[in-house]
């Protein structure tokens, strides 16, 4: 049996990792500035997160939900304190594309309305429901066009009006940053009077949290810079470290119904210690603060290089944009450099490192991208 071929591969296999360096089999080490998709928070091999997966995984890796699981109560009451949503409920499952189905499902039991608003370059998910909010009708099957979705242009506050107006929403769904759009930020304007407009016609407001989450962007969630609170929140990714995890945070206003959402795999035993580690690390080492301060840094540098046509962002999360197409300039980086870095579209590299890059790291690749350009 061979692997379906979905995509497109560097020649490439790394087989270990360390803070934010890995290492292919060959022995050649490499600068983590994309963080497997943004998917590595407190670094490779962190030696707290092993310990506490090893430890779990020796006691009990995995029992179903039918019964008390202590490690999720744990997990969710630290994220609630964490995050700054300590009243709120959590349901736990194993991705972010599962996170969109399981809070657009959530939200139409809430109001019992179909229709969905959301954004041009989007990006939610390649699963049924998820797919149709995502902005790239390549990605939709037939099977998945059932969803009634409206897109409108980011920051189109006056076009939201009109839509939600109409009384037909069960929900907008909105990234805190679009990232695989080019990390794009909502105005903070604009976030606050779709909050408005989403309480004032009992349309559910999420915010897709997956990518620009868990301290990434210099808050722990990029909808914070607005002062805004979301009814529902979507969280995968960095949750866990490379662990599949993921997490819907519930506003009180919904109320719990048996049967509605369930999950196999979801809030397992060994996750749910990789999680807890992640939290612990965070908090220990004030990774979200160094997100922040290494961003700004990165930010100011990279605006500095001529070359470069805009730097977007906030923290850990950076697209830079180019007049002429990346991919020459990505390879370079990666073959000669030997920096990993990702894209967003042709002519953005997008930066999403461990929040535990440290200014010297930060520097090397800044020495490194001016010696390709």
């Known amino acids: 049996m061979k692997l379906f071929d979905v995509y497109p591969l560097f020649p490439i296999e790394i087989v270990k990792g360390k803070g ?27 030696p707290t997160y092993v310990q506490a997966v090893a430890d779990q995984v020796g006691k009990l890796g995995f029992y179903s939900n039918s019964v008390i699981n ?5 997990f969710a009451e630290k994220l609630g304190n964490a995050c700054g949503y300590p009243d709120y409920s959590l349901f736990l499952i194993n991705s972010g ?3 969109t189905e399981n809070a657009l499902k959530l939200a139409s039991f809430h109001n019992g309305k179909k229709k969905v608003l959301a954004f041009k370059k989007a990006f939610h998910g390649r ?16 099977i998945n066009t059932g969803l009634d979705v409206t897109f409108l242009a980011l920051n189109d506050i006056e076009g939201v009006k ?20 080019g990390i794009i930020e909502p105005n903070i304007d604009f976030l606050q009077a779709l909050r408005l407009e989403c309480t004032q016609t009992n349309t559910v407001l999420i915010l897709d949290e997956i990518q620009s989450g868990y301290g990434r962007s210099g808050k722990f969630f990029a909808h914070q810079y607005a002062g805004i609170k979301a009814d529902i929140i979507t969280v995968a990714k960095g949750i866990a470290n490379g662990f599949p995890f993921a997490g819907v945070l519930i506003s009180p206003m919904f109320k719990a119904v ?24 965070i908090e220990k080492e004030n990774l979200i603060d160094n997100a922040k301060q290494i961003g700004d840094y990165l930010l100011h540098e990279l605006k500095q290089i001529p070359q470069i046509k805009e730097v977007r962002g906030k923290g850990l999360m950076i697209g830079i944009d180019f007049e002429q197409a990346v991919k020459e300039i990505r390879n370079k980086l990666l073959v000669e450099q030997h920096v990993f870095t990702g894209v967003a579209g042709t002519h953005t590299i997008r930066l999403l490192p461990p929040l535990c890059l440290t200014k010297e790291e930060a520097t090397e690749f800044l020495l490194k991208l001016k010696q390709c350009l």
């Open 97 to 99: 594309a599962e996170a």
């Open 127 to 142: 699963t049924s429901v998820a797919v149709k909010v995502t902005d790239s009708p390549s990605y939709v099957a037939p």
């Open 20 to 46: 934010c360096k890995v290492y292919d089999n060959n022995g050649t080490e490499y600068l983590d500035l994309y963080g497997g998709h943004a998917v590595i928070s407190v670094g490779h091999a962190h």
């Open 258 to 281: 048996h049967g509605q959402l369930g999950t196999t795999f979801g809030g397992n035993h060994l996750g749910c210690a990789a999680a807890l580690a992640v939290l612990n690390i």
């Open 162 to 181: 009109k839509e939600l107006a109409t009384g037909d929403y069960t929900a907008v769904i909105i990234e805190g940053i679009q990232g695989i759009g």
């Open 70 to 74: 202590g490690l999720q109560e744990t």
